[in-house]
């Protein structure tokens, strides 16, 4: 095992729940010091996951915000090895067609699921690119390659998160950075669970679509992201990895 003096640091976004969660616990498990940053409940969910995780309230929309939690994990680690981009808005949306979909409601889902990835890769960036190592690694959605009706405001956001890895990815390459995407399918992530006896003929129909006819759990993505953050992934950047069953077929 590593010494956890010179331990990687990752930064986790959304991690106090559902996905963000169990990569996050995911990456203690391979030797890392995780960062769990999420609007709230972060302290609660790090103190879950033991003494190499630590938590930080945080609302990535927000400028100030994420730079003062980036120079907080810098301060307590002096160093940031890796960023998992998994913060968003999805759940909470109700399915509309897009003419229908209040203003409001846009600009917040892509104030944070796409200015959130912004803010957070500008933040670390300067770190990264000194150090010349670093991973960062986006979530994005299988829907943006399916076009999922009804839900245009976060299959839109998801399909920028997309192009943004690609543009990040030449940017930042000559540095040693890395970066890529993964896109979960419909995954039974903590807020999916707890409407899930609304969710029935949805969760159904996936397992159905599906080559292997399985739920997909959040342990499934995080798999995914802990290949990416490996040193055996060193020549994958720019790169989308789609997480669904066989759902979506690249």
Partial sequence: ??????????????????????????????DFEVVIVDLKGSADAAQDLGEHALGHDADVSDAEQVQAM?????????????LINNAGIYTSLAKR??????????????EVNVEGVWHCCRMVAPTMREAKAGVIVNIASAAV????PMLLQYVASKGAVLAMTRVLARELGE???RVNTVSPGFTLSDGVM???????????????????????????IAGAVAYLVRPEARMMTGQNLTVDGGMTMN
Avoid: C
Wanted: proline share 4%; net charge neutral; charged share 25%.
């Fill in 194 to 220: 707890a409407t899930a006896g609304q969710r029935e003929s949805q969760l159904a129909g996936s397992r159905d679509a599906r080559a292997m006819h399985e739920d997909l759990q959040p342990g499934d």
């Fill in 97 to 110: 067609p897009f003419d229908q979909i209040p203003p409001n409601e846009w600009r917040r889902v892509f």
């Fill in 145 to 148: 390659a399916k076009g999922n």
């Fill in 1 to 30: 095992m590593q010494d956890r003096h010179t331990a990687r640091v990752a930064i986790v976004t959304g991690g106090a729940q559902g996905i963000g969660r169990a990569i996050a616990a995911r990456l203690i498990e391979d």
């Fill in 175 to 177: 540095s040693g950075v």
């Fill in 70 to 82: 980036t120079e907080a994990v810098l301060a307590r680690y002096g160093r940031i090895d890796v």
